[in-house]
């Protein structure tokens, strides 16, 4: 009987790794944990057993360029929609924002690389979304994530497909 072996962990080669004193978590050189990486890597398998031994569902992140973002954001960004429902299932912030003056969430992220289907995941789990799509209180502006409009039609089709309601042998609007 072949036993498994467990995941190999390991920071991105010719990148230094310090210890954090306050956490006690190991960092690479972009202040990203392990399951940032197997996260932003879309690795399911290394998400779990990361989580399973304890790691942080919403550790943020501390390097110059990616200050705030957490494990859901690197998985949005990288379009892993099966690694996104794990973390959201483990308890990751859906509505966390990176440090900075835009302050990203998971669903801007997935926009911004233009990750169609994480962004129709996000707003189909609930992904906040102001009713205009320039309120920069909450939107980064619309010519630095141009995905953004996606969320907006995934929206709208959620609120009609919501708003019918089906029976066996018709539809009708639940006005």
């Known amino acids: 009987m072949l036993q498994e072996q467990p995941v190999a962990l390991s920071f991105r080669p010719n990148s230094f790794r310090r210890r954090s004193m306050e956490t006690g978590v190991d960092r690479d050189d972009r202040g990203w944990t392990q399951l940032h990486?197997?996260?932003?890597?879309?690795?399911?398998?290394?998400?779990?057993?990361?989580?399973?031994?304890?790691a942080d569902v919403n550790a943020?992140?501390?390097?110059?360029?990616?200050?705030g973002m957490t494990p859901l954001h690197l998985a949005a960004k990288g379009g892993h929609i099966e690694v996104m429902d794990l973390l959201l299932e483990r308890g990751a912030n859906?509505?966390?924002?990176?440090?900075?003056?835009?302050?990203?969430?998971?669903?801007?992220?997935?926009?911004?690389?233009?990750?169609?289907?994480?962004?129709?995941?996000?707003?189909g789990?609930?992904?906040?979304?102001?009713?205009?799509?320039?309120?920069?209180?909450?939107?980064?502006?619309?010519?630095?994530?141009?995905?953004?409009?996606w969320a907006y039609e995934e929206r709208?089709?959620?609120?009609?497909?919501?708003?019918?309601?089906?029976?066996?042998t018709s539809c009708s609007s639940a006005n």
């Open 37 to 54: 990486i197997k996260a932003r890597e879309g690795d399911l398998k290394a998400v779990k057993e990361l989580l399973d031994q304890g």
């Open 60 to 67: 943020l992140a501390c390097g110059p360029k990616s200050k």
């Open 94 to 123: 859906m509505e966390a924002r990176t440090s900075g003056a835009c302050g990203w969430t998971p669903l801007h992220a997935a926009a911004k690389e233009r990750k169609r289907e994480a962004v129709k995941f996000l707003v």
């Open 125 to 149: 789990n609930g992904a906040f979304l102001p009713d205009d799509i320039t309120d920069s209180r909450f939107n980064p502006p619309v010519q630095y994530c141009h995905g953004l409009e």
């Open 156 to 168: 709208k089709k959620l609120s009609e497909d919501t708003s019918l309601s089906c029976g066996d």
